[in-house]
């Protein structure tokens, strides 16, 4: 299970840090990954970060204003981001990734945390 | 950057009736795809990986196929709680991972 916190109402250029807590796995065996949604469209990936944290990549979309990270002992994953844009206006998901090799899909998921940016 | 193409944007079928989604990639992504299922309020769930594997507790009228470009997912005899968005997503050549637009299957 993935349960998501952190969302909320945030101006224009503020920041925030989504949580994203794990249970009913070993959460240190697996990547992971945060995919947003804007209301009424469709999935965006945003970031991915292997299980023991080395590997990490972003959208182009968010590079240099978000960071993911992971903390392992607390079965936890996060997303600090920055200089928010309306256009960041979205629900997030958590969701583990799986699959062999270079696989990555995606399940489960979490049900999601809403950011808000607006003045 | 692989573009995901789906089509139809909405498919209007009835209850019992099968349901074609397509799903096509700007470039081969091999077998690896994915399908995804989301109810409005709620987070997606997967469907299908590897093109045409059901996970886990998915109903046998869900079946995947294709490979390289052209994929597609059908529904044998829409249920009531099959309507609903569906998802393809390609990883295959990452990052990114791409997902398409989604088809909204739709009571006819």
């Known amino acids: 299970q993935l349960v998501e916190s952190g969302g909320g109402l945030v101006k224009p250029g503020g920041s925030l840090r989504l949580s994203c807590a794990a249970s009913?796995?070993?959460?240190?065996?697996?990547?992971m990954s945060w995919i947003r949604q804007a209301p009424g469209k469709g999935l965006e990936w945003v970031s991915y970060i292997s299980s023991g944290g080395s590997t990490i990549y972003y959208a182009d979309s968010v590079k240099g204003r978000f960071t993911i990270s992971r903390d392992n002992a607390k079965n936890s994953l996060f997303l600090l981001v920055n200089s928010l844009r309306a256009e960041d206006t979205a629900v997030y998901y958590c969701a583990r990734g799986y699959g062999p090799g270079n696989s990555n899909w995606f399940d489960p998921w979490g049900q999601g945390t809403l950011v808000t940016v607006s003045s | 950057e692989i573009v995901m193409t789906q089509s139809p944007a909405t498919l209007s079928v009835s209850p019992g009736e099968r349901a074609t989604l397509s799903c096509r990639a700007s470039q081969t992504v091999s077998s690896n795809l994915a399908w995804y299922q989301q109810k409005p309020g709620q987070a997606p769930r997967l469907l299908i990986y590897?093109?045409?594997t059901r996970a886990t507790g998915i109903p046998a009228r869900f079946s995947g196929s294709g490979s390289g470009t052209e994929f597609t997912l059908t529904i044998s005899s829409l249920q009531s709680e099959d309507f609903a968005v569906y998802y393809c997503q390609q990883y295959n050549n990452w990052p990114p991972l791409t997902f398409g637009r989604g088809t909204k299957v739709e009571i006819k």
């Open positions: 009913g796995f070993t959460f240190s065996d697996y990547y």
């Open positions: 590897g093109a045409s």
